[in-house]
């Protein structure tokens, strides 16, 4: 069940700001937004999830717009480490039902560029 | 440290065995889950379980086979009834929506070749 659409690849230089978008245009009023990465051949790792407000932890910064059909996940300075694969997933969050999953999809794959 | 132990990270079978793959945390969750992985794919739900003695099938369960007799424990067997085993192992744990920020925790995965 597709709930989100990335890009399949972007390219960012090295030092540079990567913003990589996402579009949820049927979201429902009480799910979040969720962004991982996954590095080649290991497990995915949480970055950030948001509601509807915008924000920002010591990895990466999460836009929503005000109608909350599409997000942002900005990572302020890449670096090569930051070569990996990027989810957005929608899902229902804290003080949701239970039973509603995560759904990956195939993601972007971002290549940082010396 | 608390985290997300899966074994063995390696696993080579000969078509037609089962298998089977583990999982343990100890990061106190209720829900653990399994997917799958093929080369340039995203991740494919197999089993979830939400609390001890209980589990739901994912969108391909067809040919596994899971068990959740203890909160830390979630292994999976890939039968002989699986058509096309050969594919990374993730499984994962949250803490029931409602606890904490709901995030899944990922262990580093099982590479399974079916030779």
């Known amino acids: 069940d597709a709930k989100t659409t990335q890009p399949t690849s972007m390219d960012c230089a090295e030092g540079r700001a990567a913003n990589l978008p996402c579009n949820h245009s049927t979201i429902s009023g009480n799910e979040y937004v969720y962004w991982y990465r996954q590095i080649h051949s290991q497990g995915p790792q949480y970055i950030i999830h948001g509601l509807k407000n915008n924000e920002t932890n010591e990895m990466a910064s999460l836009i929503i717009t005000e109608d909350r059909k599409s997000s942002t996940l900005i990572l302020p300075h890449a670096t090569l480490r930051d070569t990996a694969v990027y989810y957005c997933?929608?899902?229902?969050?804290?003080?949701?039902?239970?039973?509603?999953?995560?759904?990956f999809g195939t993601g972007t794959s971002l290549t940082v560029i010396p | 440290d608390g985290g997300i132990t899966q074994s063995p990270k390696y696993l080579f079978r000969k078509e037609g065995q089962n298998v089977t793959l583990s999982c343990e945390q100890n990061l106190n969750h209720d829900a653990m889950y399994w997917y799958r992985q093929d080369p340039g794919q995203g991740l494919r739900l197999i089993y979830y379980s939400q609390i001890v003695n209980d589990f739901q099938k994912g969108d391909i369960a067809e040919g596994y086979s899971v068990s959740r007799e203890k909160k830390e424990s979630f292994p999976l067997t890939v039968t002989s009834a699986q058509k096309n085993p050969t594919a990374f192992y993730l499984c994962a744990s949250s803490p029931i929506p409602g606890q904490e920020t709901g995030e899944l925790f990922f262990g580093e995965g099982s590479r399974l070749t079916v030779l």
């Open positions: 997933i929608v899902r229902v969050g804290p003080g949701g039902v239970t039973g509603n999953q995560f759904y």
